[in-house]
């Protein structure tokens, strides 16, 4: 492989997306002949989006795209997907909990598969989010018959072609599924391999109240509901 996409999903990540991009793009110079980084920056408030454009004016292969309003996860993949040029696209989170020189272990399975998906040994969140991610991985195994060991893992690697042949809705988180259970139908393979996982440092993930260092951070309701009507449409969809 020497060509790739980056795609990072971004909503006020000031804090991590400089020393997340300068990583990734360290890593990339030296395993890649031919790179992009693209940045989606889902309507954040804070400094996020100056701060990738200051990185833009040094490093050529920083690509930024610019949601005016935040739109949800799923939207800001979905821009990035459309937007990758290369072979192959990897995405990853910009909030620092996953390794870069991780897809080390992903990329010898690109041989085999047409989608490499990681899954977090010894994942470093509060217990009650891994509680309900457990929880959420059934769910999605049974409504929609995706047998996938972290399926909301953000640390995978796709064909391009996968998303030329698939067409995604989701907003929301639930897009991991939905390029999987999609793929899958379309006839692509996904293999699977652990990749370590970090506590997040600096920063807050929006989807959780009460705070990224507690024993418990409750996921809000909004984000639940949201994310079982979208489930519930795409197995409709499915049907």
């Given at each position: 492989?020497?060509?790739?996409?980056?795609?990072?999903?971004?909503?006020?990540?000031?804090?991590?997306?400089?020393?997340?991009?300068?990583?990734?793009?360290?890593?990339?110079?030296?395993?890649?002949?031919?790179?992009?980084?693209?940045?989606?920056?889902?309507?954040?408030?804070?400094?996020?989006?100056?701060?990738?454009?200051?990185?833009?004016?040094?490093?050529?292969?920083?690509?930024?795209?610019?949601?005016?309003?935040?739109?949800?996860?799923?939207?800001?993949?979905?821009?990035?997907?459309?937007?990758?040029?290369?072979?192959?696209?990897?995405?990853?989170?910009?909030?620092?909990?996953?390794?870069?020189a991780d897809l080390e272990k992903l990329l010898p399975l690109t041989d085999k598969y047409d989608i490499v998906a990681g899954y977090r040994v010894n994942r470093q969140d509060p217990?009650?989010?891994?509680?309900?991610?457990?929880?959420?991985?059934?769910?999605?195994?049974?409504?929609?018959?995706?047998?996938?060991?972290?399926?909301?893992?953000?640390?995978?690697?796709?064909r391009k072609r996968v998303f030329e042949k698939i067409k995604l809705m989701s907003e929301t988180?639930?897009?991991?599924?939905?390029?999987?259970?999609?793929?899958?139908?379309?006839?692509?393979?996904?293999?699977?391999?652990?990749?370590?996982?970090?506590?997040?440092?600096?920063?807050?993930?929006?989807?959780?109240?009460?705070?990224?260092?507690?024993?418990?951070?409750?996921?809000?309701?909004?984000?639940?509901?949201?994310?079982?009507?979208?489930?519930?449409?795409?197995?409709?969809?499915?049907?």
């Amino acid at each position: 492989m020497r060509e790739i996409s980056v795609v990072l999903p971004a909503y006020n990540e000031e804090e991590n997306i400089r020393p997340v991009v300068e990583k990734i793009y360290r890593y990339l110079l030296k395993k890649f002949k031919t790179f992009e980084i693209i940045v989606v920056n889902d309507g954040s408030r804070d400094g996020t989006e100056a701060e990738v454009r200051q990185m833009m004016k040094r490093v050529s292969q920083l690509k930024l795209i610019n949601h005016p309003a935040n739109r949800g996860y799923g939207a800001a993949l979905r821009s990035g997907f459309y937007a990758a040029k290369y072979p192959w696209v990897f995405y990853t989170d910009s909030d620092g909990q996953f390794e870069i020189a991780d897809l080390e272990k992903l990329l010898p399975l690109t041989d085999k598969y047409d989608i490499v998906a990681g899954y977090r040994v010894n994942r470093q969140d509060p217990l009650m989010r891994i509680f309900i991610a457990r929880v959420y991985n059934l769910v999605i195994r049974l409504a929609l018959g995706l047998s996938i060991r972290d399926v909301d893992c953000a640390f995978k690697i796709y064909r391009k072609r996968v998303f030329e042949k698939i067409k995604l809705m989701s907003e929301t988180g639930l897009v991991d599924a939905e390029v999987l259970v999609k793929a899958k139908c379309a006839g692509f393979t996904i293999g699977q391999t652990g990749v370590r996982h970090f506590p997040r440092t600096r920063g807050q993930t929006i989807y959780e109240v009460g705070g990224r260092n507690k024993f418990f951070a409750f996921v809000k309701p909004a984000v639940v509901i949201n994310l079982l009507k979208e489930i519930m449409a795409l197995r409709r969809q499915l049907v």
